[in-house]
């Protein structure tokens, strides 16, 4: 019943910025932890951006001093905003979230956000 919808991605130019957002739906109680991933082909996903509820933040040196991350509790919605974006930048963005469910603790995913930086 708990869904992550993802929007926001598409093509920009280098130097450019982008903001994802990532909307949770559903029978939630709480939300814990909430991430975006980015993932491009012959590589390892990366963990691109962690916020705790309680609005402590972590971030992969890639992306530091470029990328934001925050939530919006009563919408249950977590943002990346990305400025400065560089080609190497471009990959699916997935977002997920830790949601207490029906007094269970669930990992949920979004469906991803394709990123491209090009000029």
């Known amino acids: 019943q708990v869904q992550l919808v993802e929007s926001g991605g598409g093509l920009v130019q280098p130097g450019g910025s982008l903001r994802l957002s990532c909307a949770a739906s559903g029978s939630i109680s709480r939300i814990a932890v909430m991430d975006w991933y980015r993932q491009t082909p012959g590589k390892e996903r990366e963990l691109v951006a962690t916020?705790?509820?309680?609005?402590?933040?972590n971030y992969a040196d890639s992306v530091k001093g470029r990328f934001t991350i925050s939530m919006d509790n009563a919408k249950n919605t977590v943002y990346l905003q990305m400025n400065s974006l560089k080609p190497e930048d471009t990959a699916v963005y997935y977002c997920?979230?830790?949601?207490?469910?029906?007094?269970?603790?669930?990992?949920?995913w979004g469906q991803g956000n394709q990123v491209t930086v090009s000029s």
């Open positions: 916020i705790c509820s309680d609005g402590r933040t």
């Open positions: 997920d979230a830790n949601i207490l469910v029906r007094g269970r603790w669930r990992l949920y």
